[in-house]
């Protein structure tokens, strides 16, 4: 009875764990890519809820900035006042590497929750070959395309 394993064994182990390497590695980049522009899509539809409600909770008009680099809700200190109150701040979804192809934009909410000043919005997330369209309607609803 011998004991190890031949040197041609484990070559052969080798080449075969290599090319199920091959195989697996390349649509594993295309699956991290998918799901950083979904969760990035996530994430603009969360920050456009939360200054939906905060808006709503506040009873103030709520600016929601969105940008590559930042995504920030700002709501308007007291009627008539110009001065804002930073209310939430998160960066933007160049952070995670998916670029955002669309302007930035400032949506802004009424206390009732709806939205005043946006026309239709369309957000555009990209990462290698992914792409997710966030929509806004000019009333504040949004969906992921």
């Known amino acids: 009875m011998r004991r190890g394993v031949a040197l041609v064994e484990l070559v052969l182990v080798l080449v075969i764990l290599g090319i199920v390497a091959g195989i697996v590695v390349p649509g594993s980049a295309a699956l991290t890519d998918r799901l950083a522009v979904e ?3 996530a994430r603009l539809l969360a920050a456009y809820r939360s200054a939906w409600v905060a808006a709503r909770m506040q009873q103030r008009l709520a600016l929601l900035w969105i940008s590559a680099d ?3 809700i700002r709501t308007v200190q007291s009627a008539g006042s110009p ?5 939430w701040l ?4 160049s952070s995670a590497g998916v670029s955002l192809t669309s302007p930035a934009r400032v949506s802004i909410f009424g206390p009732d929750g709806v ?6 919005a369309t957000h555009v997330l990209v990462k290698g070959g992914v792409t997710r369209k966030v ?9 992921i395309q």
């Open 90 to 93: 998160a960066p933007g979804p």
């Open 70 to 72: 930042t995504l920030a």
């Open 83 to 87: 001065d804002t109150v930073l209310a």
């Open 135 to 143: 929509v806004v309607s000019r009333l504040g609803r949004v969906r």
């Open 115 to 120: 939205a005043m000043g946006v026309s239709n």
């Open 39 to 41: 969760h990035q899509a």
